[in-house]
């Protein structure tokens, strides 16, 4: 499956973006999806995480209150809502997908397919 991701740009502190990822296959919904991130010089970690239907997530502490991961499997499309935007945000988001996992799952190692990234910068 191919994973295109989007929606990334410069926004200030405080501010909102939701980032797209668009899959190619057909049975997206056969796939446990994440969201990752990666800051300069930094090693990259999870955020989020959804369950094939949708019925079950999985937020990072760090971004819980803020952060909201859905899908619209009638899109083949997994979004990452981003709300109070801080500055330690800023890095270049993936987004992933886990072909085997039956729950959403937080360990980078688990996904099989991942997206190119898009990059966010919150400035102060």
């Known amino acids: 499956v191919q994973l295109q991701a989007c929606g990334g740009g410069l926004v200030q502190a405080g501010g909102s973006l939701r980032l797209s990822c668009a899959a190619s296959r057909r049975h997206f919904s056969s796939y446990t999806m994440g969201w990752f991130r990666q800051a300069p010089g930094k090693e990259r970690q999870f955020v989020a995480a959804?369950?094939?239907?949708?019925?079950?997530?999985y937020v990072e502490d760090f971004v819980k209150d803020r952060f909201t991961i859905s899908r619209d499997n009638a899109k083949n499309t997994v979004y990452l809502q981003m709300n109070s935007l801080k500055p330690e945000d800023t890095a270049t988001y993936y987004c992933?997908?886990?072909?085997?996992?039956?729950?959403?799952?937080?360990?980078?190692?688990?996904?099989?397919?991942w997206g190119q990234g898009t990059k966010l910068t919150v400035s102060s």
């Open positions: 992933a997908a886990d072909e085997y996992s039956t729950i959403p799952t937080p360990y980078d190692t688990l996904y099989d397919y």
């Open positions: 959804i369950s094939r239907s949708g019925d079950s997530t």
